[in-house]
């Protein structure tokens, strides 16, 4: 039986014969009486077992090391009384392999999270990463569940295309050549929104969730050259439809996780220091708020003093210094700015009658920034047209995207959310290296 | 509100005020009255709009084309006695977007999945490819449900690799050379699997969903350059309990979306001509059938007449006409042909003590051949080194994953479902082509 069945409701178990496989995380004892915990993956929590000499064998398991699989079985004791729940009073105990005593690096001692990073096969078997590893799953179940629940068409789009999607990424290339495998140049595409935006038209409401790379030099907490992204895409609506649904969409995983991983968020609460349930609820409690860029700009040149960047003006690149001091200092709330000047955002973008603003948003959230980024489509073909000749794209390998233009399309909307951004959010992690199992960074990847 | 929900229980919106926004997907009548059938991507279906001259302006709609997005309301007539289980009978009609009719590829006259493939970015808006995409995206909700309710982690294993996880597979290279971005060769992984294990030890059950890359010249109607695998990996399970898994998934799903989505099984039963139905439930309601791989070469030499390849003996690989033959007329049934000669598989598996077999086995369908591939893992150090060896595979690169033997490792099993053999054997679509939106293929990659 599963070790999260039996401590989420213990009383149920009470004198119940259980059998559990699992991994040892701690012995002690003495010569009379020894305290095994084990653990199946299956929560964050650990059952301790009890061994004690007159049944169990103490030779057998002289040689019993942190990380060994074994197979207990006994007797579940409820004990309401005490902090853990319950333990198993146990019969019997087989060691079905022995963890290298000498070799394995999780011991009962502090390791760090840079240490950690290098074993990223075998760091899952700490707790922190236990926690983390378990929220993430949870989040990628919740956020499907979103999206079925909305009538969504899960849809893939490419990941090897002709296209770059951005228009300003730093991409992979996979394949340059005349004579190469696809015989055009290939890379790895740095978003599925141009696929998507077709899909859309004709199926409503679509989404993809999938990993996505990008060629970035940065080597900073947040970049990663692979990540994963989920990506709506909607029909008929516009800026402010589709910021609703970026909210609600946050708010609904927001809440059944909060319901539904008590044990995570009370471990990772105690080991951050930080109160990430307090602030999360602040989120799902208040509705989204919203900034004009350029109002932004203004509110920020009064703080300048506060910025590393000082440099604001109409076309100035919000850093995540700027990011987080609207979030953190001025709103104390998630608030999606809106309406970014043309020059800095994608070139499908709605462009709005000032000639110079966008009708993008990113939503930015305490501790982390832009969380997401979205925007409504530029629909009209000859204003698209006109933003790809400026920006020096190929009309040719974008005629396709241009041609949706022509097929019934009153508009789309969509986003993209950087999973691992919303791993971070949540877990209260703050480095990108920690809520994805292998990261893979500039200059740097392992197995 | 959305068509599906109006269609699929007409009763309930009975002389309701409905407002719908849709694409025109047919359009006829006369002078006095017309109808025009919409549909708005949630539902194969169309719903039909009743439009009468004595309160449409006709004039405004003269230009209405296939394709355009319009925007109708009116009171909905349930109809019972009739095919169709109710229509709108439309008070008002705004073209919110025309379709450019000189253009616009989908028209009301046949069309060939040849001519389709050209245009992956407009095919969805046939009802064939819109019955495809729809079951593809049940199915994807399904397979993600199945693993949730079992208690599975969900793990992102890394695209970018510097491992070969096959040993054998043609991969496409992303990174080859010092100072470049990884300054390590890098390819596009083709399994989850070495690291799925690393986390499976830890975690108990935990699974991928991800998109998977091969450089195959293979131009076959199974093979593609970019495809989705499923990949669970189970601590403690041995091979019969992974054959049980994969036949456990599999009627889940298949119950599932049998019961979810009649309307595109009525429609691609009738499209193509065949019972998928049936061969489902067959699916459904048999117990899964297992053959040594040795006893199937022996009956497979009783038929040799029938195939190709006729040059069958221990250690030949079988094709998809053994495997389709097998499946279809010798087991009239699923069956997992099992303990496959150790030259044909990965260096990981579990090498049998016959010294020749490995605890592999590939589950075979009618209409298909190989849905799924997978094995008990060699859990032994010794015997998976000496393998790699034999292989003349890399220790070096490989040394983390022999490592994980040495850590509490009592054995794990797993599979890799190819997500569009899924898709191809419950639509009963036979070119991969057809059942992803934008297939990548050798020399083949539009958009």
């Known amino acids: 039986m ?17 059998k559990i ?22 929560s964050i929590v650990n059952l301790q077992c009890v061994l004690k000499k007159d049944k169990i064998d103490f030779e057998k398991i002289s040689n019993l ?20 729940s319950g333990e198993l009073i146990v019969d019997k105990i087989d060691i079905l392999s022995l963890s290298d005593v000498n070799e394995f690096p999780i011991q009962n001692k502090e390791t760090t999270v840079e240490f950690l990073r290098q074993i990223p096969h075998i760091r899952h078997r700490t707790k922190l990463f236990r926690a983390v590893m378990r929220l993430r799953s949870a989040l990628f179940f919740e956020i499907n569940s979103f999206f079925e629940n909305e009538g969504f068409l899960n849809f893939s789009a490419p990941i090897l295309t002709s296209n770059d999607g951005e228009g300003a990424g730093e991409t992979f290339l996979v394949d340059d050549e005349k004579g190469g495998f696809f015989n055009k140049k290939t890379t790895l595409g740095v978003t599925g929104q141009l696929h998507a935006e077709s899909y859309a038209l004709g199926f409503g409401k679509v989404y993809t969730f999938a990993p996505t790379f990008r060629a970035e030099k940065s080597n900073t907490k947040k970049h990663a050259a692979e990540f994963w992204m989920v990506e709506p895409e909607v029909a008929f609506f516009n800026l402010q439809d589709i910021i609703g649904l970026g909210d609600k969409m946050l708010k609904f995983v927001i809440k059944n996780v909060l319901e539904k991983n008590k044990d995570e968020f009370d471990f990772l609460e105690k080991y951050l220091g930080i109160k990430i349930r307090q602030r999360l609820l602040e989120f799902y409690k208040s ?9 932004a700009i203004e509110l920020l040149l009064k ?24 979030a953190e200092n001025i709103f104390n709330a998630p608030v999606a700015v809106i309406n970014y000047p043309k020059s800095l955002k994608a070139f499908y973008m709605h462009q709005n009658d000032d000639g110079k603003s966008v009708a993008a948003f990113d939503l930015l959230v305490p501790g982390i920034g ?18 790809i000749q400026e920006l020096n794209m190929s009309q040719e390998d974008l005629q396709w995207y241009l041609d949706l233009r022509k097929f019934g399309n009153a508009g789309s909307s969509g986003f993209g959310l950087g999973f691992e951004r919303l791993v971070m959010y949540i877990t209260g992690i703050d480095n990108i290296r920690d809520v994805i199992p292998f990261p893979r960074t500039n200059k740097n990847i392992l197995m």
């Open 370 to 387: 832009e969380l997401i980024g979205g925007s409504q489509r530029e629909v009209r073909y000859e204003k698209l047209l006109e933003r």
């Open 65 to 84: 090391s942190l990380g060994s699989a074994i197979e207990v079985s006994g007797v579940f004791k409820y004990t309401p009384e005490r902090q853990q």
């Open 2 to 18: 599963a070790i999260k069945k039996i401590i989420s409701k213990p009383e149920l178990h009470s004198s119940e014969n259980l």
């Open 21 to 42: 496989k699992g991994w040892v995380t701690n012995i002690r004892g003495n010569l009379n009486i020894k305290f095994v915990e084990i653990n199946d993956g299956s």
């Open 287 to 295: 509705p989204v708020k919203q900034i004009d860029y350029k109002d």
């Open 303 to 326: 703080h300048k003093d506060q910025f590393e960047v000082q440099d604001l003006y109409f076309g100035a690149d919000l850093k995540t210094e700027h990011e987080r001091f609207l």
